[in-house]
Nanobody, 113 residues
Framework: QVPFVESGGGLVQPGGSLRLSCAGA????????MTWHRQPPGKAREWVAT???????FYTDSVKGRFTVSRDEAKNTMYLEMNSLQPEDTAVYYC???????WGQGTQVTVSS
């Protein structure tokens, strides 16, 4: 069983928004360092954002000011709010607990007019 399940992806026009979810399936998002990653078509997977247990967040430069990571411990879910989406944000998005090696199926985000 995968520890987390991603959802919320889809097709959106440039400038649009999406909210991705990372729901705990076999693991918890609470009190953990959680990360978002993405894999653009034909490219390697890359880090996008990190959420620390105390709430501190860090983002890769290309998404700063546009993406926001958060979590709802009651729902055992982490979110990635994505605004002002651009075609270069097109990728499969994954979440993962820091220090682990298991990946879920990811959720596809396509930004295109």
């Amino acid at each position: 069983q995968v520890p987390f399940v991603e959802s919320g992806g889809g097709l959106v026009q440039p400038g649009g928004s999406l909210r991705l979810s990372c729901a705990g399936a076999g693991d918890s998002v609470s009190d953990e360092i959680m990360t978002w990653h993405r894999q653009p078509p034909g490219k390697a997977r890359e880090w996008v954002a990190t959420l620390f247990p105390g709430g501190a967040t860090f983002y890769t430069d290309s998404v700063k000011g546009r993406f926001t990571v958060s979590r709802d411990e009651a729902k055992n879910t982490m979110y990635l709010e994505m605004n002002s989406l651009q075609p270069e944000d097109t990728a499969v998005y994954y979440c993962q607990k820091h220090g682990t090696s298991t990946w879920g199926q990811g959720t596809q985000v396509t930004v295109s007019s």
